[in-house]
């Protein structure tokens, strides 16, 4: 099953449009990428037992970025990530995740960063900031160079050129 992707432009902007940062307790970790497999795996699973549609996302080392269209009438994110935090952590175990003294797995920060997307102006902004993110990191030195991103699924579909962003993140918000 191919994860669900939102085409900008092709639903207006509406209710249910939340950007999440959602973090690794340590920051030095590179495990997001490294088992990028494992992680796509766990969201195809909570996809199919609680729908939601992934509308811009960007996996970093450490930590990921996303925008997720919620069904109507169904605001329970907190579990969705629950379950995904959950089946990646089960699923990465087995690849020596250090236990703590309890032998429990402290792979995820407990918390995440939420925010409600209020319009197309804000979502638009969020989709750029998701896009940019691996340049703003250090991690590569253009959008198009950095593979866990739907920038790529964005160019696929025509909505973005190859080239974007590349000159600085700040000439885009003018």
Not at 2 to 25: D, N, S
Not at 107 to 130: G, N, P, S
Not at 147 to 166: K, N, Q
Request: with cysteine.
């Amino acid at each position: 099953m191919e994860l669900r992707w939102f085409c900008i432009g092709a639903i207006a902007w509406r209710e249910g449009r939340i950007f999440f940062t959602v973090t690794l307790r340590d920051r030095t970790s590179d495990v997001l990428v490294r088992h990028i497999d494992l992680l796509r795996a766990a969201f195809r699973k909570v996809i199919i037992d609680q729908p939601f549609t992934i509308n811009v996302i960007v996996i970093l080392p450490d930590h990921l970025h996303t925008v997720w269209t919620l069904p109507d009438g169904d605001a329970d994110y907190s579990k969705r990530w629950r379950a995904i935090k959950s089946h990646f952590t089960r699923a990465a175990s087995g690849l020596s995740l250090p236990a703590d003294h309890r032998g429990e797995y402290r792979l995820w920060q407990r918390r995440f960063w939420e925010h409600t997307i209020r319009d197309d102006f804000d979502f638009q902004k969020h989709v750029d900031y998701i896009h940019w993110n691996p340049v703003k990191h250090g991690l590569v030195q253009q959008v198009a160079d950095w593979p866990y991103s739907s920038f790529h699924r964005y160019v696929r579909i025509g909505l973005l050129p190859p080239d974007w962003a590349t000159s600085r993140f700040d000439d885009l918000l003018e």
